[in-house]
């Protein structure tokens, strides 16, 4: 299976962000990855459903939808009625979380959950085969162009051998800082999902770029 490519929306250029997605359209990606930011899980604020809404009718792409938000659960009506095919929700953001993945999959979503850089990969042991994705952030959430924590690698290495150690069908994504380089060391790791922003979004050609990525 070749490498899954979201690219990061809040990578695009939201003055020219039709023109984007009409790019991403033509691209070679797999998905488009929305990050919802409120401002107190993380020390930022991106964008909310209206844009999200309005994505639905002109993009041919999966929506890939992260909540870097407290209290996600409060919103699987909104995120569904988005069109999101993944919902992915933040392990240190809810004390329930085997109610919130069930609520996802009730909704009609597959259901993610994503570890920050300093979370372990063992709290997932209960919840894992109740997981569609697991995505692990390899920079600190909030703010696109960051360095690339390496401990990510060896990281990804190990949720894989517990992936295959119980035979599930869990996908693994990353997101932070993920370009050509560290995109191939994540997929030898194990990673079958990359999130890209700036690197796509600042390519001089980023259909090429996505193309790149796809081919690791």
């Known amino acids: ?3 899954i490519v979201a690219p990061s929306l809040l990578a695009a250029n939201f003055l ?17 990855h929305l990050d919802i930011m409120d401002g107190v ?5 991106s964008f909310g459903f209206s844009v999200i809404n309005q994505l639905k009718s002109v ?4 929506l890939d939808v992260h909540l ?12 569904r009625a988005a069109g999101a095919s993944f919902m992915n929700v933040h392990y240190e953001a809810c004390n329930h979380l085997h109610r919130v993945v069930q609520e996802i999959r009730r909704k009609g979503m ?6 920050n850089p300093h979370t372990p990969i063992a709290l997932l042991d209960e919840i894992l085969p109740e997981l569609d994705m697991v995505l692990l952030m390899s920079v600190n959430p909030g703010f ?19 992936i ?23 997929v030898d790791a194990g990673a079958n999902v990359l999130v890209a922003g700036s690197f796509v979004f600042s390519s001089d050609d980023p259909e090429e770029t996505i193309r790149q990525l796809k081919a690791l």
Request: glycine content about 6%.
């Open 164 to 186: 295959e150690k119980r035979n599930l069908p869990t996908l693994i994504q990353v997101d932070g800082g993920v370009n050509l380089e560290t995109g191939r060391r994540l």
């Open 41 to 45: 899980f993380v020390p930022n604020i």
């Open 68 to 79: 870097m938000i407290v209290s996600p659960e409060k919103f699987t009506d909104e995120i």
């Open 16 to 32: 020219h962000l039709k023109r984007d997605i009409e790019m991403l359209n033509r691209s070679e990606a797999d998905w488009i």
């Open 144 to 162: 696109g162009g960051q360095q690339f924590i390496e401990s990510t690698v060896r990281k990804v290495a190990r949720l894989r051998e517990m």
């Open 110 to 115: 597959k259901p993610a959950v994503t570890l």
């Open 59 to 62: 993009t041919q792409k999966k």
């Open 1 to 3: 299976m070749s490498t």
